[in-house]
């Protein structure tokens, strides 16, 4: 199994609302992604886990908060986004930090 | 500061041509070089990857020339097929191991 999933698919939320992106490997990978990627530009690293543990944050707005409950599992809550927040995020995973990342196809998030 | 530059950024090729992406670096702490394609809606796909000590890789119809003294590296598609019109995105990672520097993205058409 070489596949990284992610749920939902589309999501379109207002502004106020508490909603959470989820991403799910199993190939034993030990580390995990967060990207945030726009129309027509390349993905944006968010955040960064290593065994399970936060090891980087591109100073991302707090309204955007990571978790990582296993080591297959990463979370991105989201609470008070704004449009410009719109965009594809991606979830990847690989082996470890050094390794090849194999990315998920994304949510497709909408701020209205 | 765009670390990776990539260009073209639109290339329309006819069927059964050759494709060529180029790339240019300027962090000589560079040391694994992917190339990801990435069709619409969908996730980026890693597709080939070189490290710098080999000049050229070859995977099927696509290669990666790498020339670490001009500090350049190149994807070719041969024989290129309608099914490979996506946008291709270059991406180098430092040998501190974390993090993927992409280049800005090639949207590539093939013409049947």
């Known amino acids: 199994d070489t596949e990284v999933t992610q749920t939902p698919k589309h999501l379109v939320m207002g502004m106020t609302n508490k909603k959470s992106l989820k991403c799910e490997q199993h190939?034993?990978?030990?580390?995990m992604y967060w990207y945030k990627q726009k129309a027509k530009k390349p993905p944006e690293l968010m955040f960064v886990?290593?065994?399970?543990?936060?090891?980087i944050n591109e100073s991302v707005p707090s309204r955007f908060s990571p978790e990582c409950p296993n080591s297959s599992l990463l979370n991105l809550h989201l609470h008070a986004l704004q449009p410009e927040d719109s965009a594809l995020y991606l979830c990847?995973?690989?082996?470890?930090?050094?390794?090849?990342?194999?990315f998920g196809p994304g949510t497709r998030l909408t701020v209205t | 500061q765009q670390q990776v530059k990539q260009s073209p950024q639109s290339l329309i090729v006819q069927k059964g041509g050759i494709s060529i992406i180029n790339c240019a670096y300027e962090?000589?702490?560079?040391?694994?070089f992917p190339w990801y394609q990435q069709f619409p809606g969908k996730g980026p796909a890693l597709l080939i990857a070189?490290?710098?000590?080999?000049s050229e890789k070859k995977e099927g119809r696509f290669t990666i020339s790498f020339n670490k003294s001009a500090k350049q590296f190149s994807l070719h598609i041969m024989d290129s097929q309608p099914g490979d019109s996506a946008t291709y995105f270059c991406?180098?990672?430092?040998?501190?191991?974390?993090?993927?520097?992409f280049g800005g993205g090639t949207r590539l058409m093939v013409k049947p």
């Open positions: 070189i490290r710098p000590d080999v």
């Open positions: 190939m034993g990978h030990r580390a």
């Open positions: 886990y290593s065994y399970e543990k936060l090891s």
């Open positions: 991406a180098a990672r430092d040998n501190a191991g974390n993090m993927l520097t």
């Open positions: 962090n000589t702490a560079f040391d694994y």
């Open positions: 990847a995973s690989s082996q470890g930090t050094s390794y090849e990342q194999y």
